[in-house]
Every structure is written in C-alpha cells, then in structure tokens.
C-alpha cells in the first residue's frame, strides 16, 4: 500500500477530498506540515507526496516528478504573507521571522528582500503565534491557514503577498510545491497519477460543493474559499516550468 503525504492546509483541501473519496483505503495518508513531510519522502517513510518544490530542485535525482500537478500561483496567493510592522523597504537592518513550517517560502523570503528589494535583513526560523512573533521582530512571513487566518483579522499591520511580488518582478508563475515521488514507488504509481488526475478534474469542476465541506470555513466564508481556490493554480505547464527554473537559478546563485 502506498504511503502518501498529506498537508493539511485548506489549498489542498479539494484535490484530498476528491482523492480520499475516489480511493477508499487503496492508500496510507500521512499528516505533516510541509518540512516535515518534506523530511518523510526524503527519507522513504513516505511514497508520493505535494512537497515543497525546494526539496525537488535540491534532490531531483532522487524523485519522479508526477507531470501536470503543483501548487502554484500566477500573482497574489493569499496564504504565502508577510506581515510587518513596517513598510518592507524600510526592512533593511532587521530581523525577520519566517514559520519553520515550509522551506520553499522561506526561500522566496530571501529573494524578496536581498533580490527584488536589495536588503540586508536577518532571517530566523520561528514556531511563535503572530502577535508575540512581531512583538520584539520588525516582521514575520506565516503560510498556509495561519497566513489566510491572520490576513482575515485585518491587523494594523503592512502585509504582502510574496506569489504577487514574485509575479510584478518576473512575469512568471510562482511554484510552491510538486507532486513528488519517491523513485522505489513501484508499479502502484501509474494508479495513483490516475486517482490524482481524477480527483483534479473533479475538485476544479466543483468548488461550491468542496467549500460546503471544508472544515476551515469557521473564518472563511464559501465564497471566501471559491475565491481563495481560484487564485491558485493546480497544473504545470511550461510556464510553471519556466517559473521553477527561475526559481532554481535564484537558489542557487544565492546558495540558499
């Protein structure tokens, strides 16, 4: 039985109820966030998972790459956020947090402010709440819920969103995380890719009805969800590819 990888953050909440529901107990969820996750594949605890796309331009040798998948935006992403207590070009010469929940974000943290923004900034890896986070640090980059969760209060706080800088400044998609798997997923993963196409399909074609099931609507209202969704982009073309590469030189020229 495959192993697969599952975050629990609502911008993947369509494709694992679809996959769930099409799959019955064909295969094993395992619940991370994404460096944890990201840590399970590499070490073969896990099979398949949508890992940060950081852990595949550092590895590539050692994932297949399932094609046509990803979590993506084409500009504003919603849940990828920087909240600071000042405007961001003013940042230089501070210590910015970032969640130590995902290393691709954390990367384009980087680029942003050293790349894009020409700062000398201090980054550090925090598991604090938002609000004791900002109380002694200029700011602080959250993701996923926490991101969606806190931009919902509306706080007297600046916030950007770092797939809408990274789009005004390149023109190209951002990619957050690849359909991965490990190389030893054996024959079962030709099934897998069909179940996932499916539950795809399947999400795209009926938002409303995801919405009205998801578990995070206690802060989000259906059409909050809808709309949140539809910024997101499911598939890889060759423009999310471009967008990766581009991604990949930056890391790399950085030594990120």
Partial sequence: MLKIGKIPYTNLYPIYYFLEMTSGSKYEFIE?????????????????????????????EKYILINNHSVSSEGPVGSILLFSRRPVETLG???????HQSET????????????YQLQCSLKSSGLPLEEGLRN?????????????????????????LGDIWY???????????????????AELKSFITDLDEAKDRALKDLPKVAGTCPFRKWLSEKELIAYWKKLSYDFDDKHRQGLELFDSYIREMGI
């Avoid at 966030?33 to 852990?55: C, Y």
């Avoid at 010469?93 to 969640?99: I, K, R, S």
């Avoid at 974000?105 to 894009?116: D, G, M, P, Q, T």
């Fill in 32 to 60: 991370g966030v994404p460096s944890d996750i990201n840590r399970l594949l590499r070490e073969g605890r896990i099979d398949i998972s949508p890992s940060s796309s950081i852990e595949y331009l550092r590895r590539p």
């Fill in 93 to 99: 010469g501070f210590t910015v947090l970032y969640t």
């Fill in 105 to 116: 974000s954390a990367a384009l943290l980087r680029i942003v402010l050293s790349r894009f």
């Fill in 137 to 161: 640090h200029s700011a602080y980059l959250l993701i996923g819920d926490d991101a969606l969760m806190e931009a919902h209060k509306s706080p007297n706080l600046y916030i950007y969103d």
């Fill in 168 to 186: 005004r400044k390149t023109g190209l998609p951002f990619v957050f995380a690849l359909w991965i798997a490990n190389r030893g997923a054996g």
